[in-house]
């Protein structure tokens, strides 16, 4: 991946391990302007009004009828967002981004179709076209005259995605690139009008092309009998000698990697998004149903398991809300930092690029979380969320796949180690430098510093702590390592857990005394208490995982003496979290749903 040239004034990506931020440097969902929230409505009203009534037709797959809506929604600007406004588009920030896919998510048949469209088929054009590609096609695509597709998993390679047999050679007289190969599990394959394709040219070096419906030898395949997403279009794509015009090479040959997996960074962190958005929607249908159903003379919603549940739904959405939309103003702010008169599309993928940790988390912690709602408000309806009459059941097969595509959360979670790592031994993150410190503090034996003070002191030091034992695991795991750590893959995954939790915990605390400061305690209360709840658990979890890393590499006195720091790291009181998830949970059914702002 190439190195960055991203405005001093941004924090880099991943730092947040190795530095502390303020609340102030966090964007909340508290702070979404006037035109942000319009964009989100706008989309919430036309899912709620053109593609909700039509939900049977579409998991029938009525002919043509995804494309009509796309194209529907691209007549009032949903569709032109990642273009910018000189092709046609409306060029948003990353925090209206946001906005849209949790609003279209509403259908996930839809939101799907959306983003394979308006962000992986899109942006490719936008990052990467060249003046006349970007002419001839974003002004198109930024209006759903035309519908776009990301071409690049084959029958043989998806995580592997290198592994790539479409070959592309060029023609005797020069004009055009012959297409031969086979794609597959191509979203809106069966009506887009433009497929960024990528394939070797020569058999060997990794290119992209873009290809329009219609080509001789382009056909695709009939749709797949998929689990979930049944509204959505996936097909097998098929280029027999299919010509390519010269000019349809979207960047250079031998560097279609860098579209690949640059677009990839934006998708992933998009799809965290959308798999909020879904939660949320979740929620609400679990909460209501909570208070309509009896058993035992009352509502369930009265009962202990059935309140947390809802509790821990909501608190779960509250992290990985919280996580995206700081990343979110994270990449606005670095944008804005570039200037007036930067490119801003080559900004907007610079920061995909720079935040590509932070996107990766997105879409692990949103795919898992989206599966976890929807888990347990199948569980919430019981019988009859088993049943295809009830939203839930549908949720629940159209969630799965969020965990695969996009790279499956395995590969997410290797890639963030590896992202990581690459950024510290480049020199761009100080892990090293933090690893030593922390090293030097071990060796120095207890601290005699002042603890911090405040409402929020222990939390903050566990925090720290985290930070540490993250610090601790990984030094001990490169120690024995060195550069075959990416061959352990237990380790790595591990490793990735804490950084993520690491993330989802520094962001809700920000968020919570940035609320409290704004609002008062008091106003922030039930806040506090969902981020009370999820630090105390994620503690638990990053201890479990840095015990296993560090037994995994260490024996003996070394092993107990690294496990005595541990403890000594994450030393905390025990916190009452059933009573605080009794006042999220009672949060969430006063209204029936997610109860803290950026509904
Ligand atoms: C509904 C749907 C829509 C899709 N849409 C698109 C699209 O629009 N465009 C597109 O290009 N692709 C699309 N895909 C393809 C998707 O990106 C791939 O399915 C995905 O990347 C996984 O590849 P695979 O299916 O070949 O699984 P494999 O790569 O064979 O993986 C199988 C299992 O092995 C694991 N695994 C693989 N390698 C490793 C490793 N190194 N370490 C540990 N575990 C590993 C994986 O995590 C997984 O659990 C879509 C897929 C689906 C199901």
């Known amino acids: ?5 991203l405005p001093r004034a941004a924090s880099r990506g991943g730092s947040f391990l190795v530095e502390s931020c303020a609340p102030e440097d966090v964007f909340s969902p508290a702070e979404l302007t006037d035109d942000q929230k319009l964009i989100g409505q706008t989309a919430e009203e036309f899912v709620r009004k053109e593609v909700l009534p039509l939900i049977p037709d579409l998991e029938q797959h009525k002919p043509g009828l995804m494309a009509q809506l796309l194209r529907k929604s691209g007549e009032i600007g949903l569709l032109g967002g990642g273009v910018p406004e000189e092709y046609g588009g409306t060029g948003l920030d990353k925090v209206s981004t946001v906005q849209l896919a949790e609003k279209l998510s509403a259908y996930a048949g839809f939101g799907v179709s959306h983003g394979s469209n308006s ?34 998993s084959e029958p043989q390679a998806g995580s592997d995605a290198q592994n790539s047999r479409t070959r592309a050679v060029l023609s005797p007289d020069g004009r055009s690139w012959i297409l031969n190969g086979q794609k597959m599990w191509i979203t809106n394959g069966g009506f887009a009008d433009i497929y960024i394709v990528f394939a070797k040219v020569d058999g060997e070096k990794m290119s992209c092309f873009i290809v329009e419906r219609g080509s001789p030898g382009f056909s695709s395949g009939a749709e797949e009998k998929k689990m979930g997403l049944k509204g959505s279009s996936t097909t097998a794509l098929f280029f027999e000698n299919c010509p390519v015009p010269k000019e349809n090479l979207l960047h250079e040959i031998g560097r279609g990697h860098i579209v690949a997996f640059n677009i990839l960074n934006s998708g992933r962190f998009s799809l965290g998004a959308y798999c909020t958005g879904g939660a949320k929607g979740t929620l609400e249908i679990a909460a209501k149903y909570a208070k309509e159903r009896h058993a035992f003379g009352k509502p369930i919603g009265d009962f202990g398991l059935i309140r947390e549940k809802l ?3 909501a608190i779960r959405i509250f992290a990985v809300e919280s996580m995206i939309y700081r990343s979110a103003g994270l990449m606005d702010r670095a944008i804005a930092a ?37 888990d347990e408000a199948v569980q ?3 019988g009859y969320g088993f049943h295809e009459d009830y939203p839930v059941a549908r949720a629940y097969r159209d969630s799965r796949v969020n965990r695969i595509f996009e790279g499956t959360n395995e590969i997410n979670r290797l890639l963030i180690i590896q992202m990581l790592m690459k950024r510290a031994t480049s020199g761009v993150l100080p892990l090293m430098q933090a690893g030593a410190k922390l090293r030097e503090e071990i060796m120095a034996g207890p601290s005699f510093e002042e603890p911090p003070t405040g409402a929020w002191a222990d939390e903050e030091r566990i925090l720290a702590g985290i930070k540490k034992a993250f610090l601790l695991a990984a030094g001990a795991a490169l120690e024995k390592y060195r550069d075959r750590l990416a061959d352990n893959e237990e380790i790595v995954a591990a490793l990735s857990d804490i950084v993520m939790q690491c993330y989802a915990i520094e962001s809700l605390l920000r968020r919570v005394q940035k609320a409290e400061a704004s609002r008062g305690a008091q106003a922030a209360a039930v806040m506090a208490d969902a981020a009370r709840v999820f630090l105390h658990d994620g503690a638990d979890h990053v201890e479990i995982g840095a015990r296993k890393v560090l037994a995994a590499v260490l024996d003996g006195d070394m092993l107990r003496a690294q496990l005595a720091v541990l403890r000594r790291f994450l030393k905390r009181e025990p916190a009452n979290t059933v009573a605080m998830r009794q006042r999220v949970s009672a949060a969430v059914q006063a209204g029936d749903r997610y109860p803290f702002e950026g509904r």
Do not use: R, W
Request: proline content about 2%.
């Open 1 to 5: 991946m190439a190195t960055t040239s």
């Open 338 to 374: 570039a200037g007036e008169d930067a490119d801003k599309s080559h900004q907007s993928m610079k920061v995909y690029e720079e935040y590509a940790i932070e996107s990766s988390i997105s879409k692990v912690y949103g795919s898992e979380l989206l599966d976890f709602v929807v």
């Open 119 to 152: 962000g992986i088929g899109t942006l490719p054009i936008v990052f990467f076209g060249n003046a006349e590609q970007k002419k001839k096609y974003l002004p198109l695509l930024a209006t759903g005259e035309k519908l776009a597709a990301y071409c690049l």
């Open 380 to 382: 919430i309806f019981g």
């Open 311 to 313: 509790a821990e739904m």
